[in-house]
């Protein structure tokens, strides 16, 4: 039997005695502490009031996009080598390096649009995060199913996410505002023809594709970099669901495939996934017909053959749900040494975003919480104090020494293992200007043609019955836009809205809007 303070007896049987924040041991759980029975209570009440408003501060915001989700643990195991040539060759980063090393990670999976508690069966891209702890720091490689976006600036990404998101007076998810976004919008084509497609709505997170979707580089150790863009793919297989297979997974439970993870797991049916690399040199790429920092492109696979380098094992859920779900924070910025950014200005911006909202959603010490710690380095730094602050990092012989460069024992910068200087030289003038190669209907269009018919049927119907409860003019610009898709998709949208080709042919082009040859071919045969 234990007493738990010293303040007094334990009770009379052998389970632990709650206590509060303090350590005191609570003898009444039950009645707050007033004057008599009936009497007034009295502000001193240390052990309520310290409740209540613990209570009170539960919930932190919740993100402000990707708020669904789930957290999974595992471990990714490198391969070292393609065949005879060793990763090595193309980055220095060391979880890739040896065949059979493993470094532990968490995964979250996630729907964007719909707040904490919302359907997990819901048409939306589903995130796809990996935090890897590796020795040399953590990792994250936040991606999604989808393998695009819709925007490729994150100028935009702000309003790309108002517009899916409820209206601001109604606070109703409407189709009315979706196109009326994206139909100015025509970089969206490709998420579009995807996100609408049965792929829109994953069966549940252990059968789903990820996707880096941004360009990064790969570094090796003469400084020589690549541009690469990374693939999950699921070792049980891609499987996905219409609206009418949503909608009743939907009536029984709105977080099925949280459950589904939780059990699977106890089951012992640890979910897999193989981790693979595309990768091209370092430059602009002249000779495509798109721009490789552009992520509303994918890359051709026959051109840019996707290499294995290693698998992911999912096998430990969390022991709590807020700690290790809420909390987890991932961030584009969060790279190792063999690991780099592109230009790519969708990522530039990710990078500031992610820890921006980080330190106001969690608190400015967000990467003292273990689930977030660089658990397999040291993690030594200069800062201090602030909001929560659960421990002071690591520090140099002397501690009183929190500043640098100091000659009394604080902490000295890193030697440099390789070169300071890495990838191509950058010329230009500032300005505002889109990516040129902007292509954005020929991907969209090929990809509509690779769905399987009955995939093609969902994606008419869906998307029909969608715009069809939108303003007129968008409904034009939206079969506009897949008249230059793919001719079929156009004629079969128009069709359900009762809109021909002759009724757009007459619409100019969106401001600004780049048209290749064949873009300008197709709108000459509309009329
Ligand atoms: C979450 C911003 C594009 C994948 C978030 C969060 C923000 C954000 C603020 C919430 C983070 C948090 O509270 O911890 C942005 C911006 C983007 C962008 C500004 C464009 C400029 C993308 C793209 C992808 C993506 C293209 C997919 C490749 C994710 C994922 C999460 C997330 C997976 C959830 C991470 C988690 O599970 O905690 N994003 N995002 N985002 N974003 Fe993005």
Redesign the pocket.
């Known amino acids: 039997m234990t007493d738990v303070s010293g303040n007094g007896p334990a009770p009379a049987d052998d389970r632990k005695v709650l206590t509060n924040r303090q350590g005191h041991p609570v003898h009444d759980n039950q009645n707050q502490r007033t004057v008599g029975a009936r009497g007034p209570a009295t502000l001193e009440n240390y052990q309520f009031l310290e409740k209540i408003s613990h209570f009170d501060r539960e919930r932190i915001p919740e993100?402000?996009?990707?708020a669904r989700?789930v957290t999974a643990y595992g471990y990714f195991e490198s391969y070292g080598a393609w065949g005879e040539e060793p990763i090595s060759r193309y980055t220095r980063a060391k979880l890739f390096q040896d065949r059979g090393r493993r470094t532990d990670l968490a995964v979250?999976f996630?729907t964007v649009i719909g707040g904490r508690d919302s359907s997990e069966a819901a048409r939306d891209p589903r995130?796809?995060?990996v935090k890897f702890y590796t020795e040399d720091g953590n990792w994250d490689l936040?991606?999604?199913n989808l393998g695009v976006?819709f925007i490729r600036d994150?100028i935009k990404?702000p309003d790309v996410i108002h517009a899916l998101k409820p209206d601001p007076v109604t606070f109703e998810q409407q189709p009315r505002r979706i196109f009326d976004f994206m139909s100015q919008t025509p970089e969206s084509m490709h998420m579009l023809v995807n996100l609408f497609s049965p792929r829109g709505i994953p069966a549940d997170y252990r059968h789903m594709q990820g996707f880096g979707?941004?360009t990064y580089k790969w570094v090796n150790a003469d400084g020589e970099t690549k541009l690469v863009k990374y693939h999950w793919m699921p070792k049980a297989g891609v499987r996905s669901m219409t609206e009418e297979d949503a909608a009743n997974v939907q009536a029984d439970s709105l977080g099925h495939a949280t459950k589904d993870l939780y059990e699977a797991v106890a089951r012992g049916e640890y979910p897999e996934w193989e981790l693979l690399v595309q990768m091209m040199d370092d430059h602009d790429h002249p000779e495509l017909d798109f721009d490789p920092l552009d992520?509303t492109k994918t890359w051709p696979e026959q051109e840019f053959p996707p290499k294995p380098v290693g698998r992911m094992v999912l096998d430990r859920m969390p022991d709590n749900f807020f700690a290790e779900n809420e909390q987890?924070?991932?961030g584009t910025g969060v790279l190792v040494d063999g690991l780099d950014f592109s230009d790519d200005k969708?990522l530039v911006?990710?990078t500031f975003?992610?820890s921006d909202?980080?330190r106001h959603?969690v608190g400015p010490n967000y990467l003292q919480l273990p689930v977030n710690q660089a658990k397999n380095a040291d993690v030594r730094t200069n800062q201090r104090d602030g909001q929560m602050t659960y421990h002071v990092d690591g520090a140099g012989e002397n501690p009183h020494v929190n500043y640098e460069p100091s000659i009394t024992g604080g902490l000295r910068e890193a030697q440099y293992a390789t070169h300071d200087e890495q990838g191509p030289e950058i010329h230009g003038r500032l300005t505002r200007k889109r990516i040129p190669r902007t292509n954005d209907y020929l991907q969209a269009g090929q990809r509509y043609l690779l769905l399987e018919e009955w995939e093609r049927d969902d994606l008419v119907k869906n998307l029909t019955d969608l715009i069809a409860q939108c303003d007129r003019p968008v409904q034009e610009r939206m079969v506009w836009h897949f008249l230059l898709v793919e001719n079929d998709l156009g004629l079969r949208v128009g069709d359900g809205l009762g809109i021909s080709p002759e009724d757009v042919a007459g619409l100019e082009p969106l401001t600004g809007q780049d048209l290749t040859d064949e873009d300008r071919k197709r709108l000459s045969n509309l009329g």
């Open positions: 993100r402000v996009v990707h989700g979250r996630s995130g796809f995060a936040v991606g999604n976006f994150a990404f979707v941004n992520d987890i924070s991932f969708m911006g990710r975003s992610y909202t980080q959603r």
